[in-house]
């Protein structure tokens, strides 16, 4: 190669990077330019302001995100973002459940933008034909929405939970979102809902002790925890939210709890023992994980940080760390992507396959129970039994209604599990020892409970009477609602922020 052709080449090769490099420059400096002028607020967002959409106006970015927790396009093993009836799943669920309103209707947990919607939907809500209607109290809505902590400033905590859950239908209407998190002026995290702080006070806990990276944990224990409605105090007969934390946060510390209180949620229609449904226990079995223990936050995993342009910002859309690995999970580990995956579906089958057999030894136990009450057995006979039976589905209610509990702590959920079948064996002995002094020496039948239908006919639901009253309740009364909201909402300020 001649050395004039070397010469073209090096020169060409030159203004090349020359190029490359002036284009790099100006992306960089296009970015930080961006990101300076990033945050242009467009509004004033006024204290207690629970439209989404006004909080979007100056956060664009986050809303944008944030309204894809309405997507219904991914799921993992056991969840997801899609909609899903847990009862034709596991119909014994229907039987374990008989007198409570989760035997009608239990579907799988969809996205924060769906809070509102499914909770109208739901069979458990009933079919309300006005105010003071309906089987549900008010203090139903205390985790859908923001609006909630508008109403609750506006006439007082005791008189939100006062009341049936219709009576506040035309003032919830926003599903959850920016206000139950945010401070409106300095957008610092900020805890909305009364019960929180409450709980903190029952551990001898200041929670305006926090850090800021445990407050992006505990908003989300504002809602994702297990709760009570305490109809005894601090205003009698009024359904206060209240967690059970009083003696710490673990399976044992809450049924203590609520043994010392003698408190139930529901007597169980067959067996009749004094249930108790645990909600959803997210925070405190997280609290029993190895992520916790490291100083990992919910939103590290659920609302890992992106960039868009020269902007970094929190992801709100809020989902499954299997969703999006990559920002979830591997920037703090290497394996790879499958890997990661399929350690995470490994811990979650093993629990799996322990609580679907319990679930069918619970069932049993429930029916056994009612064999020998059909058969004469007394209160005091009966009352170990009950006792057993309630401490088993409590433990096994626990470790599945926490959702991400084998995967927060899928070592914590097996322990559980395992204690629960522990339970449940003994309230079956001792129910065998009852039945056999009682002339019956023969096995307790199982039910014919193969799908969901059959289970709620067994129990004796009336399911098209309930569902025609649903579909009553949602042509009738919700545009209602949604007509006093809108009117309601129009007379809100929203204020330029160049307005004077």
């Known amino acids: 190669m001649s050395s004039k052709l070397k010469n073209w080449l090096l020169f060409i090769a030159t203004c090349l990077v020359v190029i490359l490099l002036a284009m790099l420059g100006s992306n960089i400096t296009e970015r930080k330019s961006e990101s300076q002028f990033a945050y242009q607020p467009q509004v004033k967002i006024t204290e207690f302001e629970p439209r989404n959409e006004v909080w979007g106006e100056n956060f664009p970015r986050q809303y944008q995100s944030f309204m894809k927790t309405k997507e219904m396009n991914f799921s993992t093993m056991l969840n997801g973002n899609q909609e899903k009836d847990i009862l034709e799943d596991s119909p014994e669920l229907v039987v374990l459940w008989a007198g409570y309103g989760f035997s009608k209707d239990y579907n799988a947990p969809r996205g924060h933008g769906y809070a509102i919607k499914d909770i109208r939907e739901t069979l458990r809500t009933g079919g309300?034909?006005?105010?003071?209607?309906?089987?549900?109290?008010?203090?139903?809505?205390?985790?859908?929405?923001?609006?909630?902590?508008?109403?609750?400033?506006?006439?007082?905590?005791?008189?939100?939970?006062?009341?049936?859950?219709?009576?506040?239908?035309?003032?919830?209407?926003?599903?959850?979102?920016?206000?139950?998190?945010?401070?409106?002026?300095?957008?610092?995290?900020?805890?909305?809902?009364?019960?929180?702080?409450?709980?903190?006070?029952?551990?001898?806990?200041?929670i305006n002790d926090a850090s800021h990276q445990e407050m992006r944990s505990l908003v989300?224990?504002?809602?994702?925890?297990?709760?009570?409605?305490?109809?005894?105090?601090?205003?009698?007969?009024?359904?206060?939210?209240?967690?059970p934390w009083a003696n710490g946060m673990t399976v044992e510390g809450a049924e203590k709890y609520y043994d010392d209180m003698n408190f139930s949620d529901w007597t169980h229609s067959m067996s009749k023992t004094p249930m108790l449904k645990a909600q959803h226990p997210g925070y405190e079995t997280y609290q029993q994980?190895?992520?916790?223990?490291?100083?990992?936050?919910?939103?590290?995993?659920?609302?890992?940080?992106?960039?868009?342009?020269?902007?970094?910002?929190?992801?709100?859309?809020?989902?499954?760390?299997?969703?999006?690995?990559?920002?979830?999970?591997?920037?703090?580990?290497?394996?790879?992507?499958?890997?990661?995956?399929?350690?995470?579906?490994?811990?979650?089958?093993?629990?799996?396959e322990r609580t679907k057999r319990l679930?069918?030894?619970?069932?049993?136990?429930?029916?056994?129970?009612?064999?020998?009450?059909?058969?004469?057995?007394?209160?005091?006979?009966?009352?170990?039994?009950?006792?057993?039976?309630?401490?088993?589905?409590?433990?096994?209610?626990?470790?599945?209604?926490?959702?991400?509990?084998?995967?927060?702590?899928?070592?914590?959920?097996?322990?559980?599990?395992?204690?629960?079948?522990?339970?449940?064996?003994?309230a079956r002995i001792k129910l065998a020892r009852l039945l056999a002094d009682l002339g019956y020496d023969k096995e307790v039948p199982y039910p014919a409970i193969e799908t969901k239908a059959k289970a709620q006919k067994y129990i004796g639901l009336d399911m098209p009477k309930l569902e025609k009253e649903k579909k009553t309740f949602e042509k009738n009364i919700i545009p209602k609602w949604l007509e006093q909201a809108k009117a309601r909402e129009a007379k809100y300020p929203t204020e330029s922020v160049s307005s004077k």
């Open 128 to 206: 309300p034909t006005g105010p003071g209607t309906g089987p549900m109290p008010s203090t139903c809505w205390t985790c859908k929405s923001p609006d909630v902590p508008r109403l609750m400033n506006e006439i007082g905590i005791s008189e939100f939970y006062a009341g049936k859950w219709a009576d506040k239908g035309a003032e919830i209407v926003n599903p959850i979102g920016c206000a139950d998190c945010h401070d409106n002026k300095t957008m610092a995290l900020k805890i909305s809902r009364p019960a929180l702080i409450e709980a903190f006070e029952s551990m001898g806990k200041d």
């Open 220 to 243: 989300c224990a504002q809602c994702h925890v297990e709760y009570y409605f305490n109809k005894k105090e601090p205003k009698k007969g009024v359904p206060y939210l209240t967690f």
């Open 289 to 352: 994980g190895i992520h916790a223990k490291r100083g990992v936050s919910c939103a590290d995993c659920h609302m890992p940080y992106k960039t868009e342009g020269g902007q970094k910002f929190t992801d709100h859309h809020i989902q499954s760390p299997l969703a999006n690995p990559a920002n979830s999970c591997q920037v703090c580990h290497r394996q790879e992507e499958k890997e990661l995956i399929e350690n995470v579906y490994s811990n979650q089958r093993k629990v799996k």
């Open 359 to 426: 679930e069918k030894i619970l069932v049993r136990t429930h029916v056994e129970a009612k064999k020998a009450w059909d058969l004469g057995a007394t209160e005091a006979q009966m009352k170990p039994i009950l006792m057993d039976i309630r401490h088993a589905q409590w433990r096994w209610d626990y470790a599945v209604a926490s959702h991400g509990g084998s995967f927060h702590a899928p070592v914590e959920i097996s322990r559980i599990v395992t204690t629960a079948t522990d339970k449940a064996q003994e």
